[in-house]
Structures are given as structure tokens and as C-alpha cells.
């Protein structure tokens, strides 16, 4: 992406919306250390976790075998063998969402405090927006590559895991219900601090993809990817938090512009970002989403 990208955002906080925002190398000030040096904990644990689920397999054929011949003593071994390591995996994700769920009230903190804007607090904390945006290509990253296995632990734990598990989009659903709460347990905070934050955070996206002389700095497509992703989260826990949501025509989240970078791009590699958009947002068949939005989404 270079070292510096400069992104053009909407004038949210009366001022010129001009900077430089680096997701590839900001390194922490000393202001922003203690809360990066938390965070940081997290995301190296959340390449650890990737890396788990992509060489998931699951034990859907063992399971399948047991239940058809639940007379034969070594294929019911044989699935209980595949099945219990499955249930520790199993575990150690869902309680790697809910560090991650405080990994991210620290940062909305730390970006939305009244100290400054939203866009000031993007631009002079670059290193806590660059961890944003990581948990954010994390978190749909994971639901691309989830599980759906059952799993048996304590009844308590695994009434909570179903829950999790249950979900279309786990993870997502963790973090747009963790913002939300951020949001309600703040009441001293403007909303539109928080607001603010994700949609200018959207606007920085957006604007690097559809910008030739910007997009052609990424040093790898792997940087597309990582800004699509976190373009498409920060639409997502916008439109949970916003009580109009992101598609209403008074969002500051241009949304036409946002599919139209979507869309742009390989249907292969956006077609579950889309769906994303589709099926996990809040207010997208509302009213108030106009038809140009839900056609270009292909919602009825």
C-alpha cells in the first residue's frame, strides 16, 4: 500500500478531511502503546487462529459412519476420536471471540474519546486504526472459513457456543453486538463519535480501492483484499449502531460508491463480502433503502 496513502474523506468534522492513513506500517506513539500492546496480544493469537481454522476438517464422515452403523464398536471409536480434539478447537474459538470483543471496546475507546474528531483520532492514532482495521479483516476472514461442527462441553458453555456457532457469520455477530453495547454502556459518548469513526474508516477504503494511483502502491492483492474487508465490517457495525443504519439516503456512508468498488473486483473474491451485505446487515430491507441499493445488492 506505500508508506503513506493519502485518503480523501467526507468534511465529518468540519474540517478538511485530508491524510495520510498507513494500515501496512503505523507503529505506535507512546500515547497509543499501552492499548496497541493489549491489542497486539490478540491479533497474534488471531493468526494462530486462522491458521487452525483453514486446516479445520471437521468430522462430518466419521459422524455420518457412527450413526449408520452404531452397532460396530471401532467406528464409533473412530468418531470419537475425530470428534474430541473438534471440541477443543471448537472451545478456544469462541473464547478467542470474547477477548476479542474487549480488544475492541479498547480500541472504540481509545478512537471515539472526546479528545478529539473521529477523523483527527484516525489520523494522529494510525497504528490503533491499523488494529481496528486487522480485527475487522480477521473477523470476516474467520466467518469465511468457519466451521459448523457440534461439540459437547460443560451445558452452560455449550448452550453459549451453540449460540455462537449457530450464527451464519459468528464472529461478525460478536463484534457488531460488542459495538453496540460499547455504544450503549457510553451514554456520556456521542453516538456520532463512533458513527464518525466507522464511516470514515469506510470512506479511507473506498477511496484507496477506486483510486488507480492509490490502489497501484499495494504491494501485494493480498491488500485488496484487507481493505475490502474492512470496508464491508465498518458498513456492517455502522448499520447495527446508526439507528438509521447505513442505506438510508442521510447515511455519510456513500453507499452506491462502496458496492460499485464490490463490484468491481472479481465476483469470485467479493461474492461472500456481498452476501455479507445482503444477509447480515440490519437495515438494508428497510423502507428507507432506496431501490437503486437493493438492486444493485440483487435484493427483492
Excluded at 455449550?158 to 455504544?183: E, G, I
Amino acid at each position: 500500500m506505500g508508506n503513506l496513502i493519502k485518503v480523501l474523506t467526507r468534511d465529518i468534522d468540519n474540517n478538511a478531511g485530508n491524510f495520510f492513513l498507513d494500515f501496512e506500517n503505523a507503529q505506535p506513539t507512546e500515547a497509543e502503546r499501552a492499548v496497541w500492546v493489549q491489542v497486539n496480544e490478540v491479533l497474534m493469537e488471531a493468526l494462530a487462529i486462522l491458521d487452525d481454522l483453514q486446516s479445520y476438517n471437521g468430522a462430518g464422515e466419521e459422524i455420518r459412519q457412527a450413526i449408520q452403523n452404531p452397532s460396530e464398536d471401532q467406528v464409533q471409536e473412530r468418531a470419537w476420536a475425530a470428534v474430541v480434539p473438534l471440541v477443543g478447537k471448537l472451545k478456544k474459538f469462541y473464547e478467542f471471540s470474547l477477548r476479542l470483543e474487549g480488544s475492541l471496546h479498547g480500541l472504540l475507546k481509545a478512537l471515539t474519546s472526546a479528545r478529539c474528531s473521529p477523523t483527527q483520532h484516525l489520523e494522529q492514532e494510525q497504528a490503533l486504526a491499523r488494529q481496528f482495521a486487522e480485527i475487522l479483516h480477521f473477523t470476516l476472514r474467520f466467518d469465511e472459513l468457519k466451521a459448523e461442527e457440534e461439540n459437547e462441553v460443560n451445558n452452560e458453555l455449550a448452550n453459549r457456543m451453540s449460540l455462537f456457532y449457530a450464527n451464519a457469520t459468528p464472529m461478525l455477530k460478536t463484534l457488531s453486538d460488542a459495538t453496540t453495547k460499547f455504544v450503549s454502556d457510553n451514554t456520556d459518548l456521542p453516538i456520532e463519535n463512533t458513527t464518525d469513526c466507522l464511516c470514515t474508516m469506510a470512506s479511507v477504503c473506498k477511496v484507496m480501492l477506486e483510486t488507480p494511483e492509490y490502489r497501484s502502491r499495494f504491494a501485494s492483492e493480498d491488500t485488496v483484499s484487507f481493505c475490502l474487508r474492512v470496508m464491508v465490517g465498518v458498513i456492517i457495525l455502522y448499520d447495527y449502531v446508526h439507528p438509521a443504519g447505513a442505506f438510508v439516503k442521510s447515511s455519510k456512508i456513500e453507499m452506491k460508491g462502496c458496492i460499485k468498488v464490490l463490484k468491481d473486483q472479481p465476483q469470485s473474491s467479493v461474492e461472500g463480502l456481498l452476501n455479507a451485505l445482503r444477509y447480515t446487515t440490519k437495515h438494508l430491507n428497510d423502507e428507507t433503502t432506496s431501490k437503486q441499493i437493493k438492486n444493485m445488492l440483487q435484493v427483492n
